[in-house]
């Protein structure tokens, strides 16, 4: 942890939380049902690696781990979420019984479990006479008939999630992952012109998640509110980026840089200008560096 907390920055460490970290996770969720408890303590681990410890508590935390769960396009950083990928990855065990019937444990499931094939998967229920891996698999069959409506809907989703005789399992986590809105600054924010730090602190303030100086004193962090740059007003988001005398400056020259209306300026109706310009990589790498 305190390596990670030293060397890699935020946006370093969402991309070693997806492989890395996940890679343990995928090793197991492919083949069990994790425990809530768990999957709760490897989220807790990812969070604590992402926002870092320091004196055995975590530090501050700027967004919801929900959003940060959602991909690029909805304003997330696209981190796999640990309850919904394990549930993605054990309904292969329901599309390996439809598709691949010839298998060792599909044959054997056919046999001893569904009575020789006189029984239908879309009918098993769970019991205590059987054992705890068939019953979460009877879990995931309840899951992908509430996803579809019905058996042969859900036949027909694991159709479309089969590719060469493989299952692709990204096509279900699509489907129960958490889910927001599609913001209109992606494409501008994950430019792949941009440095990924811009893109992280681009994204936490057109969240309004940057920890200025007045959300540090709602939590107790501090106890004066005076813009850092200004040492006058007190410090938001709208004062330190738009309102502050010093940044209207630095933008004023910004603005002229990339050809942008002067004036006074709003994080979102520069954003919504650039994109309307289509500008090009360049301009969205110093709007972001601007940030």
């Given at each position: 942890?305190?390596?990670?907390?030293?060397?890699?920055?935020?946006?370093?460490k969402?991309?070693?939380?997806?492989?890395?970290?996940?890679?343990?996770?995928?090793?197991?969720?492919?083949?069990?049902?994790?425990?809530?408890?768990?999957?709760k303590?490897?989220?807790k681990?990812?969070?604590?690696?992402?926002?870092?410890?320091?004196?055995?508590?975590?530090?501050?935390?700027?967004?919801?781990?929900?959003?940060?769960?959602?991909?690029?396009?909805?304003?997330?950083?696209?981190?796999?979420?640990?309850?919904?990928?394990?549930?993605?990855?054990?309904?292969?065990?329901?599309?390996?019984?439809?598709?691949?019937?010839g298998?060792?444990?599909?044959?054997?499931?056919?046999?001893?479990?569904?009575?020789?094939?006189?029984?239908?998967?879309?009918?098993?229920?769970?019991?205590?006479?059987?054992?705890?891996?068939?019953?979460?698999?009877?879990?995931?069959?309840?899951?992908?008939?509430?996803?579809?409506?019905?058996?042969?809907q859900?036949?027909?989703?694991?159709?479309?999630?089969t590719?060469?005789?493989?299952?692709?399992?990204?096509?279900?986590?699509e489907?129960i992952?958490?889910?927001?809105?599609?913001?209109?600054?992606a494409?501008?924010?994950?430019?792949k012109?941009?440095?990924?730090?811009?893109?992280?602190?681009?994204?936490?303030?057109?969240?309004?998640?940057l920890?200025?100086?007045?959300k540090?004193?709602?939590?107790?962090?501090?106890l004066?509110?005076?813009?850092?740059?200004?040492?006058?007003?007190?410090?938001?988001i709208?004062?330190l980026?738009?309102?502050?005398?010093?940044?209207?400056?630095?933008?004023?020259?910004v603005?002229?840089?990339?050809?942008?209306?002067?004036?006074?300026?709003?994080?979102?109706?520069?954003?919504?200008?650039?994109?309307?310009a289509?500008?090009?990589?360049?301009?969205?790498a110093?709007?972001?560096?601007?940030?």
């Open positions: 942890m305190h390596w990670a907390n030293k060397t890699l920055s935020y946006a370093g969402p991309q070693l939380i997806n492989s890395a970290i996940f890679g343990l996770n995928n090793f197991w969720g492919a083949s069990v049902l994790l425990p809530k408890g768990i999957s303590k490897i989220r681990l990812c969070k604590d690696f992402l926002w870092g410890i320091e004196d055995g508590s975590r530090r501050h935390v700027f967004m919801c781990w929900q959003l940060l769960c959602t991909p690029k396009v909805e304003g997330g950083m696209g981190i796999k979420e640990v309850l919904s990928w394990n549930s993605a990855q054990m309904t292969k065990w329901v599309w390996k019984l439809l598709f691949k019937p298998c060792l444990w599909s044959r054997w499931v056919t046999q001893y479990i569904l009575k020789g094939g006189g029984g239908d998967i879309w009918e098993a229920q769970s019991s205590i006479s059987h054992s705890w891996y068939w019953n979460n698999v009877i879990k995931m069959k309840d899951l992908l008939l509430e996803l579809s409506g019905g058996p042969e859900a036949l027909a989703l694991l159709v479309r999630c590719s060469r005789l493989r299952f692709d399992v990204s096509l279900i986590y489907l992952r958490p889910r927001s809105s599609v913001v209109p600054w494409s501008l924010v994950y430019d012109g941009c440095h990924p730090k811009h893109s992280f602190i681009g994204m936490l303030a057109l969240h309004d998640k920890p200025s100086i007045d540090l004193i709602s939590r107790g962090i501090m004066v509110n005076r813009c850092s740059l200004c040492l006058r007003q007190c410090e938001n709208t004062h980026f738009f309102n502050c005398e010093f940044s209207a400056q630095v933008w004023g020259i603005a002229a840089r990339l050809h942008l209306q002067g004036g006074t300026f709003d994080l979102h109706d520069t954003i919504y200008a650039l994109l309307m289509r500008r090009n990589s360049l301009h969205n110093g709007f972001l560096a601007t940030i």
